[in-house]
């Protein structure tokens, strides 16, 4: 079996989009290729057809390389929670939450065996394996503990390309000083150097380049300017590195940047619209009068909502709820919308019962069991018999707790375990992430927003995100392809 490592001289370098620029290159190449992280620390999260948890990045890697996503594309996946504790997430279920100190006593040996038998099962049905790394391969802090980089690259002997991001600087010492710190036979399984993120003229470069090879022995096989595509992030850090907010559009969203945000990936198909401009704001900010809020996803539902409680943010929302403003909240969101949630076995932490924004008629009880699986299911709201395909994964269940005289309350799908909206169609929950991939019920809930304005609806009859997705994801490797050689690696 063939494979690729691709590993960076820093994190952000730019590892991820190379992996999955790879992928798509290869798989149009008429190779049968899976993408790969040994682990992953990310709170963008997919689940798969068997219900199972990978980083959200190694799922678009599997859509780039024109495969279903497996659990063995990324067999460790680590969420972080706060208090320097991770969820752990083993060939896609959550074995256990565990301290930075204790991981690597109580999971190497088991993330390790779970590593060898993911890469095992995908020699067995594909081609070749494009793997990713994580950070740097050169912590030597770190290094007896890194199942992620070249540690994978030595077991499977694998040809390694080193990224480095030259817009922040210092790209030549990074590649060096990376290259002095790894082992000898890690070193040599490094066969060529991508520099990424490249602004300006390449003729100037030149004498860097040259330099470079001759320093090293490795030479430089891609040069790749810097792009604007933007691909799921691993961490909420990155939404701070966003292009701003598009400026004269039609609809103005704000999404409420929540200390332990997750699956912010949810909003990339409204930042795709061309008449809507996403904002993230954090707690501390004015909210203002956007037209519409969106509490996310968050890996610890309750520490987020005492931060919007403290920070002034949660009666912010709610004045602007009782104004008429428009309220989205999603999985953490939806339950911070909700009356109660209460955590009676301490699962996010100390055990306890917290208000909540009583902006819906939910009781929320935070449990050690999670819930993840795919689901496919029929809209009520904004516009009847939608179809509308998504996952869970949630730490909670939620009871709606309406009285029976009141009416002002109704499921937002046919399952009613799903969601809610209230009687004017102001404040929607959902357990429901990928929601605006689907195309006409988005553009059906832009359009409610676009008519509180007074501006002509939008055509609801739009293909799904899937299908904008596979374009960008064209583009992108062919933009790659023209700047990076991989015939080494192929030979």
Sequence with gaps: MKSIMVVGTTSHAGKSLITTAICRILSRRGWRVAPFKGQNMALNAYVTANGGEIGYAQAVQ????????????????????????????????????????????????????????SLQHLSTEFDVIVCEGAGSPAEINLKHRDLTNMRVAKHLNAPTILVVDIDRGGAFAHV????????????QLIKGIVINKFRGQRSLLEPGI???????????IGVIPY???????????????????????DINISVVRLPRISNFTDFDPLESEPTVSVRYISPKHDLGHPDAVIIPGTKTTIADLIILQKSGMAEAIQHYAASGGTVLGICGGYQILGQIIADPEGVEGQAGRYQGLNLLPIKTVITGQKIARQRQVSSNFPQMGLPVTGFEIHQGRSRVDIPSDNQGYQSLFDDANLGLVDKCQSVWGTYLHGLFDNGPWRRAWLNRLRQ??????????????????EQMLDNLASEIENHLDLTPFLS
């Design 210 to 220: 040259k330099w470079l090879e001759e320093r090293t022995k490795i030479p430089v």
């Design 227 to 249: 792009l604007q595509e933007l691909f799921p992030a691993e961490d909420s850090l990155d939404l701070l590195e966003r292009k701003p907010a598009k400026a004269n559009t």
């Design 176 to 187: 060096v000083g990376t290259l002095e710190l790894l082992e000898p036979d890690e070193r």
């Design 62 to 117: 599997a859509w780039a390389a024109g495969v279903i996503p497996w659990v063995e594309m990324n067999p460790i996946l680590l969420k972080p929670q706060g208090d320097m504790t991770s969820q752990v997430i083993m060939r896609g279920r959550y074995v256990g939450k565990v301290n930075a100190a204790d991981y690597y006593e109580q999971y190497f040996e088991m993330g390790w065996r779970a590593i060898e038998e």
């Design 452 to 469: 509180q304005r007074g501006l002509k609806s939008l055509p609801t009859g739009v293909a799904n995100y899937r299908e904008q997705r």
